[in-house]
């Protein structure tokens, strides 16, 4: 009788050890049958976004940045982004202020920096040229550091990755037709 039960006992252990086995295995094969395969890691320093925008929500962008970054200068000015670029300001003139109003024409460079060539100008009912109004408000403006104020060329060029933004974050324009309200950007995120 000693015999049944030391059978009985080392069966009933091999079916045991026989379903753990079953069970581990499963347990560790893949779940198709296929191998894993392992996603290629970014190579890069920065990772890119596309996007695309209009008018009126880049307006109220361009103007929260400027108020920041010229919230200690004594001079109050805004761009309204319309069929133009439209610059207003104002200038000190004696004891009084005139208005200034300065209009351009946004062109997007290929190395994703953005050219604003002058169109029309106008201080209150003055004519002045063109090239004194833009020295005295590269002069007396506080710009953000990337905005470079060319008086003799007639423009202003904005260099887009030096722009301070948050994160580091730098920004290419790749598009800018104010007409069409066709504004695309590229975003380069740092991700070391």
Same mark, same amino acid.
């Given at each position: 009788? @000693?015999n049944?039960?030391k059978?009985?006992?080392?069966?009933?252990?091999?079916?045991?050890l026989?379903?753990a086995? %079953?069970? %581990?295995?499963?347990?560790?094969a893949?779940?198709?049958?296929k191998?894993i395969?392992k #996603?290629?890691s970014?190579t890069g320093e920065q $990772?890119?976004?596309h996007?695309?925008?209009? @008018?009126?929500?880049l307006n109220?962008? %361009?103007? !929260?940045?400027?108020?920041e970054?010229a919230?200690?200068?004594?001079?109050?000015?805004?761009?309204?982004?319309?069929?133009e670029?439209e610059?207003?300001?104002?200038?000190?003139?004696? &004891?009084? @202020?005139?208005?200034l109003?300065?209009t351009?024409?946004?062109?997007?460079?290929k190395n994703?920096?953005?050219? #604003?060539?002058q169109?029309s100008? &106008?201080?209150?009912?003055? !004519?002045?040229?063109i090239?004194y109004? #833009?020295?005295?408000?590269?002069?007396?403006?506080?710009?953000?550091?990337? $905005?470079?104020?060319r008086?003799?060329?007639?423009?202003?060029y904005?260099?887009?990755?030096?722009?301070? #933004?948050?994160s580091?974050?730098?920004?290419?324009?790749?598009?800018f037709?104010?007409k069409?309200?066709? %504004?695309?950007f590229?975003i380069?995120?740092? $991700?070391?």
């Amino acid at each position: 009788m @000693k015999n049944k039960w030391k059978i009985g006992f080392l069966l009933l252990l091999g079916i045991n050890l026989l379903f753990a086995i %079953i069970i %581990i295995s499963l347990a560790m094969a893949p779940s198709n049958g296929k191998e894993i395969s392992k #996603l290629k890691s970014p190579t890069g320093e920065q $990772v890119s976004f596309h996007v695309k925008s209009n @008018k009126y929500d880049l307006n109220r962008l %361009i103007n !929260h940045y400027l108020k920041e970054e010229a919230a200690d200068s004594s001079i109050d000015y805004r761009v309204i982004l319309g069929d133009e670029v439209e610059l207003y300001g104002t200038l000190p003139f004696f &004891s009084e @202020k005139l208005n200034l109003k300065l209009t351009f024409e946004p062109i997007a460079q290929k190395n994703g920096d953005l050219v #604003l060539e002058q169109q029309s100008m &106008s201080v209150g009912k003055l !004519h002045l040229p063109i090239s004194y109004v #833009l020295n005295f408000i590269s002069e007396n403006y506080k710009l953000p550091k990337g $905005v470079d104020i060319r008086p003799n060329d007639h423009l202003v060029y904005i260099h887009m990755q030096q722009l301070k #933004l948050k994160s580091n974050l730098k920004i290419k324009a790749d598009k800018f037709d104010l007409k069409k309200d066709d %504004i695309t950007f590229t975003i380069l995120v740092p $991700v070391k």
